[in-house]
C-alpha cells in the first residue's frame, strides 16, 4: 500500500519555466513534509520541508504548498534551470512515534534550455 | 568533511555470496537508516537504528544484518546474495529519537550488482 502518491513521474519544463510536482498522502497522522532532490550517483538531500500548521513555505525560488484538508502538497520551482534537473522526492513522516520517512515513488524533472 | 560516508561505493559479486556495507556519520545524530532505492529509484526504509538499538525493521529477508557498533556506525551485512538484491543503499542519519522526524543526512550509496 502506498501511502504517499507522487506525480508526474517525469517532467519537462523550459529553461525560466515553473515545474511542478504534486504529492498527495494517506495518513492523516502524518506531520512533517519533506522534499528531497537527488543528482545522479548522490545521495537524497533535503530541499525544503513543511509542518501542516502552514499552508505555504518559501525558499528562494522552491515553495512547497500544503493543503491539509485534501491531504495533498505540492512543489514549485520557479524560473527553473538547467541545474534544477533532478529526481525530486516527496515525503512524510510522524514526528512522534517510530514512524520512519515514507517516500513518494520520484519526478524527474528535465529543464531544458 | 562527508557528513555521511559509505563504502563502497560500487560492489559488483557473485550469486551466493557474503558481502557487508559500512556506514559512518560524523553529525553525532541518534539515529541511523539504510534504505534500498530500486532500479525505478523507489526509496523503500530496511532498518532504523536509533543509539545502537533497532527500532525499525521493515520486511527485509534475514539474509540482511545490520550491526551498530556504536551510535556513529551502522553495517549491512549481507549473506547469500541473490540477484534481486542488485539496487543502490543509502545510509542516512538523523537527529531525533524516534523515527525520521527531522532533516535526513543520506550518504553517497553503495551501488550493489549481483551477477
Known amino acids: 500500500q502506498q501511502q504517499v502518491k507522487q506525480s508526474p513521474q517525469s517532467l519537462i519544463v523550459q529553461k525560466g519555466g515553473i515545474s511542478i510536482i504534486n504529492c498527495a498522502y494517506e495518513?492523516?497522522?502524518?506531520?512533517?513534509f519533506p522534499w528531497y532532490q537527488q543528482f545522479p550517483g548522490k545521495g537524497p538531500a533535503l530541499l525544503i520541508a513543511?509542518?501542516?500548521?502552514?499552508s505555504e513555505k518559501k525558499e528562494g525560488r522552491f515553495t512547497i504548498s500544503f493543503n491539509k484538508s485534501a491531504k495533498q502538497f505540492s512543489l514549485h520551482i520557479m524560473d527553473s534551470q538547467p541545474g534544477d534537473s533532478a529526481t525530486y522526492f516527496c515525503?512524510?513522516?510522524?514526528?512522534?512515534?517510530?514512524?520512519?520517512?515514507?517516500f513518494g515513488k520520484g519526478t524527474r524533472l528535465s529543464v531544458i534550455a | 568533511d562527508t557528513a555521511v560516508s559509505q563504502t563502497p561505493k560500487y560492489l559488483v559479486t557473485q550469486m551466493g555470496n557474503d558481502k557487508s556495507i559500512k556506514c559512518e556519520q560524523n553529525?553525532?545524530?541518534?539515529?541511523m537508516y539504510w534504505y534500498k532505492q530500486d532500479s525505478k529509484k523507489f526509496l523503500k526504509i530496511m532498518f532504523s537504528?536509533?543509539?545502537?538499538?533497532?527500532?525499525i525493521n521493515e520486511t527485509v529477508p534475514n539474509r540482511f544484518s545490520p550491526k551498530s557498533p556504536d551510535k556513529a556506525h551502522l553495517n549491512l551485512h549481507i549473506n547469500s546474495l541473490e540477484l534481486g538484491d542488485s539496487a543502490v543503499y543509502f545510509c542516512?542519519?538523523?537527529?531525533?529519537?524516534?523515527?525520521?522526524?527531522?532533516?535526513?543526512?543520506f550518504g553517497q550509496g553503495t551501488r550493489l550488482t549481483v551477477v
Open positions: 553529525l553525532g545524530h541518534d539515529t
Open positions: 513543511i509542518r501542516p500548521d502552514v
Open positions: 495518513n492523516t497522522a502524518f506531520d512533517y
Open positions: 542516512a542519519s538523523s537527529q531525533g529519537t524516534r523515527g525520521m522526524s527531522t532533516e535526513a543526512f
Open positions: 537504528y536509533n543509539n545502537k538499538e533497532l527500532i
Open positions: 515525503a512524510a513522516s510522524k514526528t512522534s512515534g517510530n514512524t520512519p520517512l515514507v
